[in-house]
């Protein structure tokens, strides 16, 4: 018998932390090489890490909530001496059927060829409680991150079995109603949340971050430590708005066609099983004027020898999506080659992974422009800031009707603000102009994406 020691390994994306959110072992249990031990989460994702030694869990050596640097001990394992294969090469394995409960899941330690997923085991099997709900348990977790009573979901998986689509619909159609009722106003009436430097000195100490419903000592105040995606995505940002020179245009746009479009098509049989929204025909206008104004998709980039433009010549569209873990922007790579119906999957997969927290690094990666929707939060127009690495954002206003003149007359049409924030080192006035009056072009009249 042996003692091993398990270091946070490096996960491959370039990072030198990461957050133990929850233990899935504890001290006395078996178990096997690649079943899961841990969440870990980095800034950019929320990852399950696999065991490398088939043995007994001794100790866990950092605590949930607790930032340990790569390299650094989180567990040790009683193994048998010629039984334990060592770790090996960390791979990303492909994400599982949707049903399967997909994701980033980081497996492949041992020799010899070990598994390249980790085995099932009996409590993922699809469980009855006592109401009544058949659901997986990542079912019921996303559930709860949503909010979602799965009582009062429809099911229509095999058996009644309640599916991700079902929750993540259910939640969809939950939010348009949320701001009908004003919540009262809570007993605490200032929350503060620290500098980044001021959790990284008490983390440097060695000194658990404090939970986040811990009261300071007048109960009038709490703290929210700034770690996670909610780190990385304040660095970004900071670094876009005081690097690249912003400048914001936008367009009220009559969207009646772009409305009846949608309506077609969630009824034609073609697009039975998939989501359509207006989203989708806004991410064909953006590729379709991209393509016009090819500098809206280029970037600024800082050479040894001086400042340089990456002119594109493709489209990895970002979508901006609000997620439990914070703000994610996956993007779906080489989007221009996407039929009108492959566009329309891609979106749907981007948007459940995402709410699930599973968006992998690499979906997050090499992203060439964004969308974000803050018309599914009642906004009417925003001046976004642009994601690092790109040179353009355009964001899309809800859509509600309005009064408009049509030839002459006062009629009720669907009406959205379609507005965009540009690098004004990269694009001039008239490209990004000319850029947003072809995305509510097409908006207005879709059958310009007919070519």
Known sequence: MSTQNFTLPDVGEGLTEAEIVAWKVAPGDTVAINDVICEIETAKSLVELPSPHAGVVGELLAAEGTTVEVGS???????????????????????????????????????????????????????????????????????????????????????????????????????????????EWGDVREETVPAPQAAAAGLARGVAPAAASAPASDDRTESIPVKGVRKATSSAMVQSAYSAPHVTVWKDVDATRTMELVKRLKASPDYADIRISPLLIVARAVIWAARRTPMVNAAWIETESGAEIAVRHYVNLGIAAATPRGLLVPNIKDAQDLSMKDLARALNRLTVTAREGKTTPADQQHGTITITNIGVFGMDAGTPIINPGEAGIVAMGTISQKPWVVDGEVRPRWVTTVAGSFDHRVVDGDGMSRFIADVASVLEEPALLVE
């Open 73 to 183: 001990p989180i567990i040790t394992f009683v193994t048998d001496a010629r039984d334990d294969a060592g770790p090996g090469v960390i791979a990303t394995a492909e994400a599982p059927a949707p049903e399967e409960g997909g994701g980033s899941v980081l497996v492949g330690y041992g020799s010899g060829g070990g598994a390249t997923s980790r085995r099932k085991r009996p409590a993922e099997r699809p469980v009855r409680s006592s109401v009544g709900v058949i659901a997986k348990p990542p079912i019921r977790k996303l559930a709860r991150d949503l909010g979602v009573d799965l009582t009062t979901v429809t099911p229509t998986g095999t058996d009644g079995e309640v599916t991700r689509d079902d929750v993540v619909k259910h939640a969809e159609q939950a939010s348009v109603f949320r701001n009908i009722q004003t919540p």
